[in-house]
């Protein structure tokens, strides 16, 4: 039983495409998140969902727009895509009574040609 | 404006020695600190936290963590690797921001194991 299920798992597009990752979790959780790792493997987180609202926005360019539709997913359209959107994008879970322990899904990782 | 240094890029250990991988945190208050593990193609998987009480947790895999805070530290320790210990390790700090729960993470470090 996965816990936190990303899909898909690689995504491969031209630039100036539109594309969505979609991130699911079965563990409960009211808090979401969309990490971004680089080629350097520097992880940094991009948004936040509690409870289908948005609580943290990391100044990411407005061509991302997560989407929560219900508590259990969080998804992430990015239109326009540019080369510099080539990552691996982790989606996360976390109760945010307890004390912030996340647990991530796989990863998407995009390749913008 | 919270962060973590991890100043180690990358560490070899023989399988069967003893690991410590480096981190300091900077954060203004009672930090959350956590490890996470990536193997290759992988996503992160917690290996261990701390959020207060004794300075020494335990975590999975056989892996400890000690939190100093004189000294803004908390290394992972494992006494004997194993080869499937070869794989990309990330200290985090976490803290609220608006509401909000916000994980730092450091840059990682890359633990090979030579056989």
């Known amino acids: 039983d996965t816990a936190v299920s990303q899909t898909p798992k690689y995504l491969v597009t031209q630039m100036g495409n539109d594309k969505s990752i979609k991130c699911e979790q079965n563990l409960g959780h009211d808090t979401m998140y969309w990490y971004k790792q680089d080629s350097k493997k520097f992880l940094k987180i991009m948004f936040s969902y509690n409870n289908k609202e948005l609580i943290i926005n990391e100044t990411v360019p407005n061509r991302f727009s997560p989407k929560s539709p219900d508590k259990a997913h969080l998804n992430l359209h990015i239109n326009s895509l540019e080369l510099g959107d080539s990552a691996v994008y982790f989606c996360?879970?976390?109760?945010?009574?307890?004390?912030?322990?996340?647990?991530f899904g796989p990863g998407t990782r995009l390749l913008v040609l | 404006a919270q962060s973590v240094t991890q100043p180690d890029i990358h560490i070899t250990v023989s399988e069967g020695a003893s690991l410590e991988l480096r981190c300091n945190y900077s954060?203004?208050?009672?930090?959350?600190l956590f490890w996470y593990v990536q193997s290759p193609g992988q996503g992160l998987q917690l290996l261990l936290k701390y959020f207060s009480g004794d300075t020494l947790v335990q975590g999975i895999k056989g892996f400890e963590a000690e939190f100093k805070r004189s000294q803004s530290s908390f290394n992972l320790r494992k006494p004997s690797v194993h080869w499937s210990d070869a794989a990309e390790y990330f200290c985090?700090?976490?803290?609220?921001?608006?509401?909000?729960?916000?994980?730092?993470f450091g840059t990682g470090t890359q633990l090979k194991v030579e056989l």
């Open positions: 954060y203004g208050a009672t930090p959350y």
């Open positions: 996360a879970s976390s109760q945010m009574d307890t004390l912030q322990t996340q647990y």
């Open positions: 985090a700090v976490g803290g609220f921001t608006g509401g909000g729960n916000k994980l730092t």
